[in-house]
């Protein structure tokens, strides 16, 4: 179950050093990732005792929730009766994708074995979109369920073809075998071995179907001519296992491993040619990320000021943080925070972006753990707060506002500072601290205990009132407490599981529910059993407001830029472009910012003005936290011409309204609507740059033929 907050292990030993306490802090946090109102405000209650756990929101106001150990699909929209379970014969095979508001999944049924099925978050809405392999034992479909050009892309095992890719729409018609690698019932890839991604344009997987070489990397476009082993990276017969893939300006990077350099930093476009080697950081067989045990390094590629962050070890300096640009020359190591061949225990993961800046924890032995920031250069890269100057002391356990996505980072509280705990060394107590990255304003909030430092099962949410968390404070286990950055406005909000000893083991779910904040608890009722609450209150922040969206020609490229105001709850600002104005593709992204305040922000589409078409169109898809999606105005682009304004058909033929967007104006357009006989029906009038207007036909009489007129007022 993912939680937006990290958990940190009860039962710390007080006898190890701090740089042991790290190693266990750091591995806590390694496993946490990979599994990835007024002082007197109340929660409330909405399932008891079913153990209810998170698989994925739906975008329409519902979470979509796994039943622990049963493994049955239940449903919420944060109330009570909006809480219940979809089907009774269902087991949930922990695989799955969305697909247009719907998900779309692996379960097993006792007449179909698992299967493919797909669900609305309703009891009707959720049915069997395939039997793939007919039968009681099922397909078994499986391996990451990514989205290409409106399918979901899947693994799935028949009788004729073993395990292959297949991709759906979720229709029977639409569900189709992608390609067969290996002819016959020998497959492709073990399950879950494919390791699927798909940057929007192609997707990259691992095969094993090329009879001379391991697991390595496939590229297809969708279609079975275009799915092909793309780079043998290491040859041989041997894997190169690719995996942790990035999309990084116009190219993927991702690690891979070959006999003479070891596991390193590989970079594709997604052609042959240009599937290389960035750099091979610890020269030589010897990897620079280390994938065994005890303290394997998390691969993540860390997008943070137009270049990506991460961490390896370059056999000299020991495990720290690494930049690149996708480049060899622009790959090296920031800081070797840790001198030695030590490492510092940076975990980017759990680092907080504010102000230009990341910030995070590391140690080195004669400062201890301490926070540090980074502007993702080399001079930039410092200890930015020294808690306790001099001392090999406490731990800072930073709170970032965590999104499970390509863009790493949600805002912090209110855009203006995060939260940190301080564990103090030898047992001596928890404290809340804030930062606004400044060293004066990175202050203590309220000791939370003073007993022993360890903080219980942490786990937390940002919303528009403050802070709300678990933490152990001593005298009440793991139980809810909430803080608006103030010492008295810092308190244990509810006792949900009171004289147990054991706290109420609150998670949170890392997005709203239906404008709610939902999270499991125990009220202590039954040993085994959790159950699901929300906290009362209007605390989810609201949804971006766009002010202006504008795209001009600078040269050969287009540049767009746009304001926004009130945007707390906006996860990203998704480009799409359009060659006839209806059809739209994603080509890039950008993360919001999710202050209160206007911010401001820019896109560049490279080399369009070389396309050789004569007028592009641009939109704007802002997408929310708690799923909801909205589509901004389309603004036109003309990269060649004539000066005259221009009016575009969007969608021909018409049957219940009339679709145009008027551009290359400033003055009115009247829009005037004939039959076949020259008459005039309708008439409508554009009034500004960029207008799309819908104009209903209402009733005027059914023809197969009108004419759309319009003058320029001017």
């Keep these: 179950m993912i939680a937006v907050g990290l958990i940190v292990p009860k039962g710390e030993n007080t006898n190890h050093s701090n740089q042991q306490r790290m190693q266990r802090i750091f591995l806590f946090l390694l496993l946490s990732f990979s599994?990835?109102?007024?002082?007197?405000?109340?929660?409330t209650q909405i399932s008891s005792n079913k153990s209810l756990q998170l698989i994925t929101h739906l975008g329409n106001g519902k979470a979509l929730l796994e039943e622990a150990g049963m493994h049955r699909l239940w449903v919420t929209d944060g109330s009570a009766a909006g809480t219940f379970q979809l089907a009774d014969t269902l087991v949930f095979n922990n695989a799955g994708g969305l697909l247009n508001g719907q998900y779309i999944f692996a379960a097993t049924s006792p007449a179909f074995g698992s299967e493919l099925w797909i669900t609305d978050g309703?009891?009707?809405?959720?049915?069997?979109?395939?039997?793939?392999y007919p039968g009681k034992t099922g397909a078994e479909p499986q391996d990451d369920f990514v989205l290409l050009n409106g399918s979901l892309y899947f693994s799935a095992t028949t009788a004729s073809e073993g395990r292959e890719l297949w991709r759906t729409d979720g229709t029977d018609a639409g569900t189709s075998l992608l390609a067969d690698l290996v002819t016959g019932p020998g497959g492709s890839a073990l399950k879950g071995r494919y390791d699927l991604f798909s940057n929007g344009t192609f997707l990259l997987f691992n095969s094993v179907a090329n009879s001379s070489a391991g697991y390595e990397l496939w590229r297809s476009d969708g279609t079975a001519a275009g799915t092909y082993l793309l780079k043998d990276?290491?040859?041989?017969?041997?894997?190169?296992?690719?995996?942790?893939?990035?999309?990084?300006?116009?190219?993927?990077?991702?690690?891979?491993?070959?006999?003479?350099?070891?596991?390193?930093?590989?970079?594709?476009?997604?052609?042959?040619?240009?599937?290389?080697?960035?750099?091979?950081?610890?020269?030589?067989?010897?990897?620079?990320?280390?994938?065994?045990?005890?303290?394997?390094?998390?691969?993540?590629?860390?997008?943070?000021?137009?270049r990506l962050l991460f961490m390896a070890d370059d056999g000299t300096s020991g495990e720290e943080i690494w930049t690149t640009d996708g480049t060899e020359g622009g790959t090296y190591r920031l800081q070797d925070i840790n001198p030695g061949a030590d490492r510092s225990f940076v975990t980017l993961p759990a680092s907080v972006p504010l102000n230009g800046k990341l910030y995070f924890a590391a140690y080195k032995p004669e400062s201890g753990s301490e926070l540090w920031e980074t502007d993702g250069t080399t001079a930039g890269t410092k200890l930015f707060k020294e808690i306790l100057p001099g001392l090999d002391g406490g731990i800072p356990f930073l709170m970032p506002n965590f999104k499970f996505s390509s863009a790493s980072g949600w805002p912090v509280h209110q855009g203006s500072f995060f939260y940190f705990m301080f564990g103090l060394p030898a047992d001596g107590g928890v404290e809340l601290w804030k930062s606004d990255g400044t060293d004066a304003g990175t202050v203590k909030v309220k000791v939370i205990k003073t007993s022993d430092s360890d903080f219980g099962n942490l786990s937390y949410v940002y919303t528009t009132a403050g802070l709300y968390f678990s933490v152990d404070d001593g005298a009440h286990s793991d139980e809810l407490w909430k803080s608006d950055g103030t010492q008295a406005g810092t308190s244990l909000v509810i006792d949900l599981n009171p004289n147990s000893g054991e706290g109420s083991d609150i998670s949170f779910f890392p997005i709203p529910v239906n404008n709610k904040y939902v999270f499991t608890a125990t009220n202590g009722d039954n040993a085994f059993m959790w159950d699901l609450y929300h906290l009362d209150g209007?605390?989810?922040?609201?949804?971006?407001?766009?002010?202006n969206f504008t795209a001009v020609l600078t040269g050969a490229d287009a540049q767009l830029r746009w304001l926004t105001a009130s945007e707390e709850n906006t996860l990203e600002f998704v480009v799409e472009r359009s060659e006839d104005g209806a059809r739209f593709s994603r080509i890039g992204a950008i993360a919001a910012a999710g202050t209160a305040t206007q911010q401001s922000y820019s896109f560049r589409d490279a080399g369009v003005a070389t396309s050789h078409r004569s007028i592009v169109y641009y939109r704007l898809r802002t997408k929310d936290r708690d799923g909801k999606e909205t589509l901004s105005k389309v603004v036109?682009?003309?990269?060649?011409?004539?000066?005259?304004?221009?009016?575009?058909?969007?969608?021909?033929?018409?049957?219940?309204?009339?679709?145009v967007l008027v551009s290359k104006t400033n003055a009115p357009v009247n829009l005037s609507l004939k039959d076949g006989a020259g008459r005039t029906v309708k008439t409508w009038q554009a009034k500004s740059e960029g207008s799309m207007l819908s104009l209903p036909i209402g009733n005027v009489a059914i023809a197969f033929h009108f004419c759309l007129r319009a003058k320029h007022l001017s």
């Design 233 to 306: 990276i290491n040859p041989n017969g041997a894997s190169s296992n690719p995996s942790s893939y990035q999309v990084y300006n116009g190219m993927v990077l991702f690690w891979a491993e070959t006999a003479a350099e070891g596991r390193e930093l590989w970079r594709t476009d997604g052609t042959t040619g240009g599937t290389q080697l960035v750099k091979d950081i610890r020269s030589g067989t010897a990897s620079s990320i280390n994938a065994g045990f005890p303290m394997p390094t998390i691969s993540v590629l860390y997008p943070f000021n137009n």
């Design 636 to 659: 036109p682009l003309h990269l060649k011409g004539d000066a005259g304004f221009a009016v575009q058909l969007l969608g021909n033929p018409v049957q219940q309204e009339i679709r």
């Design 538 to 547: 209007d605390l989810v922040p609201l949804p971006v407001k766009l002010q």
């Design 35 to 43: 599994l990835t109102a007024s002082v007197q405000a109340q929660v």
């Design 122 to 132: 309703t009891v009707a809405g959720t049915r069997l979109v395939k039997d793939i």
